[in-house]
């Protein structure tokens, strides 16, 4: 197979959310979803792959001192950068060709101080628009692509313990179905009674989580914590970590008695030490000591923040913290090696996210598999995480490879924190409900919206020709040609 990218077009919708999604440092309220269309060359044919993505604030890098419209110049820089790579490589498989790309934009950023994350968010937008693209030329799903190899992919490459196998001697059939696991932002309602009528959603989607458990049948959660164990703050303001999981170790344990959950630190600690002594503090509460057990919390996720969490010191901390909970990376999961560093040091997985990368996901699940069959006495864990992820392209792209990994329960949050596909024409919405009636239904408000039935996503529909999405739409339709200007 011979593959180039001939042309690449853009275009940009922003896309306001229903009520604020509070995670870290930030609180966000609207963000720019960018489409890309790739003209590709394949063995002499000319195909077009799509690709999108959402460009949210303060997580591609975690500056507390600059504002959006000061980060998103940066964010549109690195997919033009990848873009401009794309154009001048020309290979013999797909990976050998995103292997290119991924090498020249890492020493790009090497030589212009820009952090991984964030210049591989232009490699890995170009990268699913390439395998859209091979997808829809070969008339097979992202599965079956992978099951066959037709990406070409040489794992060794990332990951020199897989050597002379392929990516189907460590992966199963993929999921038909996948467990929501429901984002709990830190500042998201737990009852509606709490919700000032201002504030108030302006549809019928549950915004309260009891709402949301009873709507979607929910059975898995993600806790954001905000590092605040107890701090003087106004009457009912529960921004702290200890009153406001106290609440949700009740509340579950009433709707939910068989729940699990994981906790996202979202980069709030600068040391382990710090973490743990808030983990201690949490489990001098009777009321947490269960809901923190392993019998509900399946792990922690990214505690510290980027720039210490993969320090030599870290090591030093797990090695004295017998009783840790099993952690994972995931903003510092940044470069190809970086699993490899967070396992020596005592981390037990990673999570994916398309915008990380789609090969070197699929690379570190293979490595999280064979150290399964190493040292199968540990915990060796690989999550999938959320975006705020929505269709019509992205979140299709997104459950197929997590299905494709066999990756069980995923954190899904682009439904709740926006009304469904509502922010798109008729003609989008209806084609989606229409070709995936399993995911998406037109509501009685005129909308469609993304079905959770049971506290599952039926993903089984997905393994059609295309990666996720096999739906040929018009840029026009999308959105509005070109990046995203924050004058719009």
């Known amino acids: 197979m011979r593959i180039c990218l001939n042309d690449v077009t853009f275009c940009t919708r922003w896309m306001q959310t229903r009520f604020p999604f509070r995670y870290g440092i930030a609180s966000m309220t609207e963000l720019p979803h960018v489409f890309l269309s790739a003209k590709v060359t394949i063995d002499e044919v000319e195909i077009v792959g799509l690709a999108s993505e959402g460009l949210p604030p303060k997580w591609f890098t975690k500056n507390p001192e600059t504002t959006f419209e000061q980060d998103l110049p940066e964010m549109l820089q690195a997919i033009e950068q990848a873009v401009k790579f794309g154009r001048v490589v020309e290979e013999d498989s797909l990976f050998a060709w995103w292997y290119e790309v991924y090498s020249k934009q890492d020493a790009w950023a090497d030589e212009n101080g820009v952090p991984p994350l964030l210049a591989h968010l232009g490699t890995s937008l170009i990268e699913r628009a390439m395998i859209d693209a091979v997808c829809r030329f070969g008339g097979s799903s992202f599965a079956e692509a992978v099951k066959l190899n037709v990406f070409g992919i040489d794992l060794s490459t990332i990951h020199s313990e897989l050597t002379g196998t392929e990516p189907s001697d460590w992966l199963g059939n993929p999921e038909n179905s996948v467990i929501a696991r429901h984002t709990i932002g830190l500042g998201d309602p737990l009852t509606a009674p709490e919700i000032p009528e201002e504030d108030r959603a302006d549809d019928l989607l549950p915004q309260a989580l009891v709402d949301a458990i009873d709507a979607y049948g929910l059975t898995h959660f993600k806790v954001k914590i905000c590092g605040n164990l107890e701090v003087d703050v106004p009457s009912g303001n529960l921004e702290v970590d200890v009153p406001r999981l106290e609440l949700l170790a009740k509340l579950f344990a009433e709707k939910v008695p068989s729940y699990r959950l994981t906790l996202d630190g979202n980069e709030q600690y600068r040391s382990l030490a710090q973490f743990r002594e808030h983990w201690e503090a949490y489990l001098e509460r009777p009321a947490l000591r269960k809901f923190l057990s392993p019998e509900h919390l399946i792990f922690v996720e990214q505690p510290m923040h980027r720039d210490d ?13 017998a009783e840790a909970p099993p952690m994972i990376i995931d903003e510092s999961d940044a470069e190809l090696k970086s699993l490899r560093r967070a396992l020596e040091l005592g981390y037990h997985g990673t999570s994916h996210k398309n915008c990380k990368g ?19 006495e540990e915990q060796w864990l690989m999550s999938g995480e959320d975006l705020a992820n929505v269709g019509p392209v992205a979140l299709l792209n997104d459950l197929e490879v997590m299905a494709a990994l066999g990756i069980g329960d995923v954190e899904r949050n682009g439904h709740h924190y926006f009304k469904g596909l509502s922010m798109f024409p008729h003609s989008v919405q209806e084609k989606v409900a229409t070709v995936y ?37 018009d840029l026009d339709e999308l959105g509005r040609a070109g990046l995203p200007n924050r004058e719009e």
């Open 309 to 321: 969490a993969l320090k030599d010191a870290v090591k030093e901390g797990f090695d004295s913290w």
């Open 358 to 376: 789609v090969f070197k996901g699929l690379a570190n699940r293979c490595l999280v598999e064979w150290y399964r069959r190493e040292r199968p």
């Open 437 to 473: 009636p399993a995911l998406y239904t037109m509501r009685e408000e005129g909308y469609a919206s993304l079905q959770i039935r049971d506290g599952q996503l039926d993903v089984g529909m997905l393994s059609g020709s295309g990666f996720g999405c096999a739906i040929d739409f």
